[in-house]
């Protein structure tokens, strides 16, 4: 039986009639959709199945070779579209996705038809009334408008890294002054002491740096510098500058990208410096027990503990700017005195604790 080498197939040639004109109208469908879809292969339009495309290859192939053997070319013109179709677009697809056959001997068709080139696409021209390929100069998914993504303005507004700049008001508090007495070498010792004192702070400056874990949680730390202020039994009673260093955990919850509610609690430790007339009440104990063998008043600095918890308003007001203000409860302990007495082997340690709470109202400016 005689073969026939055709765009990388070898294709018999059976012995059958002449087709008729349905299938003459076949063949030219095959034809148009091969060429269909060698246009949007080149154009990166539709996804490429090699298996499919060859079957259709060999049954247009098997029709163009009875057709040639069975009729005048020229008596059906749908073989001569479907043999330029194949010639045109069939070759360079099929043969890029084959591995190179052995070249063989094969029979020239007994009239050869010259390839036509295949007409430009025009509406209306496809199975169906469809729209030609895309040409090359547009790209649908290319020229398409970007599209943004849910959430990706927020989130920008909202930055990693967060510097806080803040100033504090204190809107009321109060304390405990405790003091105790242990004694050594067998000298006797009082029972402690509690005074009570209103807290007259008037408020403080700070800086906080925060990090946004997440969108809605912030981690971090911060410090605060104030000069505690108190009024035991009238009268106020001033005392030098107190730092604060904590750490910081904050839930943010924004409603919009320009407003948001935060909650927050901090844990840390306190390191009050003596000054004003807590440092003139150190020098007055230190003057009047010269007599003993040691007295001596510490001059400090006083550590303590701080931790509270609040609750705030944030406000966007610039492209990478925010205004929060903070309602915020803490609660402290910190000691304020320590005084040693020893005559003769023996002595008492005097110490007091200054133990209470106090609100703020903070302004702040995040950066």
Avoid at 21 to 41: D, K, M, P
Avoid at 57 to 86: H, N, Q
Avoid at 281 to 286: F, P, V
């Amino acid at each position: 039986m005689t073969s026939y080498s055709l765009a990388g197939f070898r294709v018999p040639k059976p012995r059958f009639k002449a087709p008729s004109q349905e299938n003459t109208g076949t063949v030219a469908r095959l034809g148009i959709f091969l060429a269909t879809r060698s246009a949007s292969r080149r154009h990166g339009d539709m996804a490429h199945d090699n298996k499919t495309f060859s079957s259709l290859s060999s049954i247009l192939a098997t029709f163009l070779v009875c057709g040639s053997a069975a009729a005048d070319p020229s008596e059906t013109p749908a073989f001569a579209v479907g043999r330029a179709v194949l010639a045109a677009v069939e070759a360079p697809a099929v043969s890029a996705t084959l591995p190179p056959q052995p070249a063989t001997p094969s029979a020239a068709p007994s009239e050869p038809v010259a390839a036509a080139p295949v007409a430009a696409a025009t509406p209306g021209a496809f199975p169906g009334g469809a729209n030609p390929p895309p040409t090359a100069g547009h790209d649908p998914m290319r020229d398409a408008p970007a599209m943004a993504l849910p959430g990706a303005a927020s989130q920008a507004a909202y930055a990693t890294f967060v510097p806080v700049l803040k100033i504090g008001s204190v809107v009321g508090g109060s304390g405990t002054y405790t003091t105790e007495c242990k004694s050594f070498g067998g000298v006797a010792c009082g029972s402690s002491q509690d005074t009570e004192y209103e807290e007259k702070s008037v408020g403080g400056l700070g800086v906080d740096l925060l990090w946004h874990t997440s969108r809605k949680l912030r981690l971090g730390f911060g410090t605060l510098v104030s000069a505690p202020k108190h009024a035991i039994q009238g009268e106020d009673f001033a005392y030098g500058p107190e730092v604060q260093l904590y750490g910081i955990l904050e839930g943010f919850f924004p409603t919009s990208d320009s407003f948001a509610l935060t909650v927050r609690g901090q844990l840390g430790g306190s390191m009050l410096i003596a000054g004003e007339d807590h440092r003139d009440g150190i020098d007055e104990s230190n003057n009047a027990c010269t007599q003993f063998d040691k007295c001596e008043s510490n001059y400090g600095p006083f550590p303590g503990v701080t931790y509270g918890a609040g609750f705030g308003l944030n406000f966007r007001v610039g492209e990478s700017t925010r205004l929060r203000v903070d309602i915020f409860g803490e609660n402290y302990a910190r000691l304020v005195a320590q005084t040693t007495v020893a005559d003769a082997g023996s002595g008492v340690e005097v110490t007091t604790v200054a133990s209470g709470s106090r609100g703020w109202l903070m302004l702040g400016l995040e950066l």
